[in-house]
């Protein structure tokens, strides 16, 4: 088999990953499953990376969004829970109808450009320039003339992750999102029973009889 068929083949398996990861990710009424849908579509991109060469932004692409801001994600979705981030109202139904429209809207346009356009032979792009892609270009141009948007990115890492923390924090007094303890005292028996408001019991210590006469 040729090299061109088997570029031709990842190319179709990575389109085929994004697709589906967002549609996924769109669709799915679980927000966890919806993150891993995310994931796919990151990996199909990652892919997509490589078949123009371009390892860095494709290793980027994987520690960066998929081993980095999937799994903040998730940590998000943990803290303030799966059941309080679904929409049931109205506006979820209609979220969804807009999503659709879109979606059928990109179709179209994309169905008019391979039959308008397909078949037609492009001109080659000229080759890049030698080292063009490295470590060493790419810390260069971030760090001179990309420097300002380098650190506006960082600024809107550290809004997110503070957002994430209000949220988990709750609206009240800045009380964490945890059931609230309450503990009744039996002089009796020496012994304290807790409860988490109707969500967990903690069992009382088992005393003997020599412990209780005393």
Excluded: W
């Amino acid at each position: 088999m040729k090299l061109d068929n088997l570029e031709t083949i990842f190319f179709a398996i990575c389109t085929l990953l994004v697709l589906i990861g967002g549609v996924y990710t769109v669709a799915a009424k679980n927000p966890i499953r919806g993150a891993m849908g995310l994931l796919g579509a990151i990996l199909g991109i990652a892919g997509m990376y490589l078949l123009l060469a371009a390892e860095l932004l494709a290793a980027i692409q994987v520690v960066v969004y998929a081993g980095a801001v999937v799994v903040l994600f998730l940590f998000v979705i943990m803290l303030i829970g799966p059941s309080s981030t679904g929409t049931t109202d109205a506006r979820g139904a209609l979220g969804r109808y807009f999503g659709a429209a879109c979606f059928a809207l990109v179709s179209v346009g994309a169905l008019y450009v391979v039959m308008r356009f397909g078949g037609q032979t492009l001109s080659k792009m000229p080759e890049p320039p030698a080292g063009m892609g490295t470590i060493e270009v790419v810390g260069r141009e971030i760090f001179s003339e990309q420097v300002v948007a380098f650190q506006i990115s960082g600024v809107l890492l550290l809004i997110a992750v503070v957002g994430a923390m209000a949220v988990a924090r709750g609206k009240h007094g800045g009380e964490m999102l945890l059931p609230p303890i309450t503990g009744t005292v039996d002089p009796t028996r020496k012994s304290v029973s807790a409860d988490l408001a109707g969500h967990a019991s903690v069992p009382e210590p088992q005393l003997t009889k020599s412990e209780v006469k005393s």
